[in-house]
């Protein structure tokens, strides 16, 4: 009813204002492919799609990209010819003390033209996948709408191809390396810094 209408509307609205109408940039559509690939993992585990939908948080501009359970989970995609380093938006984003277990998702993408799947295709598998919950894919729907994606940008995406090389997941707890509210001195914020993926192997789940 006019919930509906209105969070769609709030939803449209921040849609615009992150991509001016004009489609994602490479770095958001390799964020958005990573994301949609732990998305659909969960459901894969046996989440089910509506709660796998709304455990999606990251197009919500939360600080981690997932929240399920007590648990939640940070998702970072980085192109395989890249140097593999996570960049940490906050202080708040590798505090473990607010959940049970905080978990950094590390995919190695391979990025390649005219092979591999493209956003649309991983966007429309989701989809197939939620097709049988309609609340599911409407959740789906305004996620997407939120993170920046639009049905009329796809011929903007249906060249560019991904795919998943490894993934490494990592366990945030005690000796991780990572910055916290906690280590700042007082007045100090907007904290944002690079951590090399290989200094994380130790704490590899």
């Not at 994602?24 to 993992?41: A, I, R």
């Not at 996948?129 to 993170?147: H, Q, R």
Request: charged share 25%; glycine share 12%.
């Amino acid at each position: 009813g006019g919930r509906r209408m209105l969070r769609r509307f709030r939803t449209w609205r921040q849609f615009l204002k992150t991509t001016g109408g004009g489609g994602m940039d490479s770095k958001h559509c390799l964020g958005l492919y990573g994301e949609l690939q732990t998305l659909g993992w969960l459901v894969e585990s046996g989440v089910e799609p509506l709660t796998a939908a709304r455990a999606w948080t990251g197009p919500d501009r939360a600080e981690q990209d997932f929240q399920l359970l007590g648990m939640a989970l940070e998702v970072k995609s980085i192109a395989q010819s890249e140097p593999q380093r996570l960049y940490i938006d906050g202080g708040r984003q590798l505090d473990e003390n607010y959940f049970d277990a905080l978990i950094v998702v590390h995919h190695h993408v391979h990025r390649q033209k005219g092979s591999g799947e493209t956003l649309p295709e991983a966007v429309d598998r989701l989809r197939s996948v939620a097709s049988g919950d309609p609340s599911a894919l409407e959740v789906l729907d305004d996620n997407l709408l939120a993170y920046g994606y639009s049905d009329t940008d796809r011929y903007r995406y249906a060249d560019d191809g991904y795919g998943i090389r490894k993934t490494s997941y990592y366990r945030v707890q005690p000796g991780f390396p990572r910055l916290t509210e906690n280590d700042l001195p007082l007045g100090v914020g907007g904290l944002r810094y690079l951590i090399e993926a290989c200094a994380c192997t130790p704490y590899e789940i």
